[in-house]
């Protein structure tokens, strides 16, 4: 049984840093692809990063591009989003997702596994 569990969210001001991690289990062989999506209320859940598990294949969204950084460690599982220069339109619930037989994902509909979401909240 595949579990994706996320980390790391919480309360930051205007230009700070954040970094989200996310756990994943079940899986019987590394070629996975991951992605960091993120959501507010009443708005469309939003790919921010991809990353495939072919090393340095990598996209970013562009409105966090230059700011974020998408990374994952294979031998452990695990996935990493750094966030800096945060500003208040990063808030949000960010989810932590993974789908096999992809290279990349591309969309929501690409996804077959969530984790549960964490909040960041970046207010003064």
């Known amino acids: 049984q595949v579990q994706l569990v996320e980390s790391g969210g919480g309360l930051v001001q205007p230009g700070g840093s954040l970094t989200l991690s996310c756990a994943a289990s079940?899986?019987?062989?590394?070629?996975?692809?991951m992605a960091w999506f993120r959501q507010t209320p009443g708005q469309e859940r939003e790919l921010v990063a991809t990353?495939?598990?072919?090393?340095?294949?990598?996209r970013y969204a562009d409105s966090v591009k230059g700011r974020f950084t998408i990374s994952r460690d294979n031998a452990k599982n695990t996935m990493s989003l750094h966030m800096g220069r945060l500003n208040p339109q990063d808030t949000a619930v960010y989810y932590c997702?993974?789908?096999?037989?992809?290279?990349?994902?591309?969309?929501?509909?690409?996804?077959?596994?969530w984790g549960q979401g964490t909040q960041v909240t970046v207010s003064s």
């Open positions: 079940g899986f019987a062989s590394l070629d996975y692809a």
């Open positions: 990353i495939s598990w072919i090393p340095n294949n990598i």
């Open positions: 997702a993974a789908r096999r037989g992809v290279i990349f994902i591309q969309n929501k509909r690409d996804v077959n596994y």
